[in-house]
């Protein structure tokens, strides 16, 4: 028998969306579509569908750390996805273990509201999200809307502003902003990241479709199996931003549900 090809694995911490186009769902579908293994640590379970949510159920901090510890205690993780987290037990359950298990790579996705305009992030525990998650964070990859949450700051209307909030969020202890530019205006949907040597700017062509779902959720989650197949930052953002841009780009080759569908995850496959 030949030796097993050596499998890059990342685990995405995240909630399950039923309808499954963001959350847990959409991160294993994004590791899959980039060829990396996908383990998964559920930290709510989310009634919701194209149209919204209507319902959420917090899963106990302790039976997180189970989780957590399972996966790290038996597969070797080359990058982690964050995303919901729901409330500040769980947040501080997920920094214990990580802190202990001590993975390379941590993508934050700060994710506070999803695409319908639900909330899924309990106020008080924007605090916790600053302070315990975005220290361990490699990168942390919020929207416009979601860096004006985190700094108490309106939303920046410019690329100085944006800018200027990246190095305010990096003082909070990650390493790496990736601003999103989704929620701005013009041809171009330009995302930035700021590290603490330089600022880049990533345009794309801004797709005109309803079908958005799971955006957020499946970019942190590209970035992140970028980073678990060996890639430095700038090149698993740039090859991210590129991938989601064309699984927006496809995603009217779906008819599912009948409000924000999701994007199309394996647009390279059919």
């Not at 302790?62 to 790290?72: K, L, M, R, S």
């Not at 319908?116 to 990168?139: F, H, I, K, N, Q």
């Not at 990241?193 to 005109?208: F, G, K, N």
Request: aromatic content about 4%; some cysteine.
């Amino acid at each position: 028998m030949s030796p097993a090809m050596t499998t890059p694995v990342a685990l995405t911490i995240a909630g399950s969306d039923s309808s499954g186009g963001a959350g847990i769902q959409a991160d294993l579908k994004t590791f899959a579509a980039l060829g990396v293994y996908g383990a998964s640590v559920i930290t709510a379970l989310t009634a919701q569908n194209t149209r919204g949510v209507t319902g959420i159920h917090a899963v106990p901090a302790g039976f997180v750390t189970e989780q957590i510890d399972a996966v790290f205690s038996d597969l070797e993780i080359g990058a982690v996805k964050i995303g919901m987290v729901a409330q500040a037990a769980s947040i501080d359950a997920i920094a214990a273990a990580l802190s202990r298990w001590a993975p390379r790579h941590v993508v934050l996705d700060p994710v506070m509201v999803a695409t319908s305009g639900d909330r899924l992030l309990a106020t008080e525990a924007v605090d916790a999200l600053r302070t315990r998650l975005m220290p361990l964070a490699a990168v942390i990859t919020p929207n416009l809307p979601e860096a004006a949450a985190l700094l108490d700051a309106p939303a920046a209307a410019s690329e100085a502003e944006i800018e200027s909030q990246g190095r305010r969020l990096l003082a909070l202890g990650c390493r790496a902003v990736l601003i999103k530019g989704g929620h701005g205006e013009g041809a171009e949907s330009t995302d930035y990241l700021v590290t603490a040597e330089t600022a880049i700017a990533l345009a794309a062509p801004r797709v005109a479709t309803r079908n958005t779902h799971g955006t957020g959720c499946s970019l942190s989650s590209a970035i992140a199996a970028g980073l678990a197949r060996g890639e430095d930052l700038e090149a698993a953002v740039r090859n991210a931003k590129a991938w989601i841009s064309a699984a927006i780009a496809a995603a009217d080759r779906f008819s599912v549900g009948h409000g924000h569908g999701p994007i199309h995850h394996f647009h390279k496959f059919y």
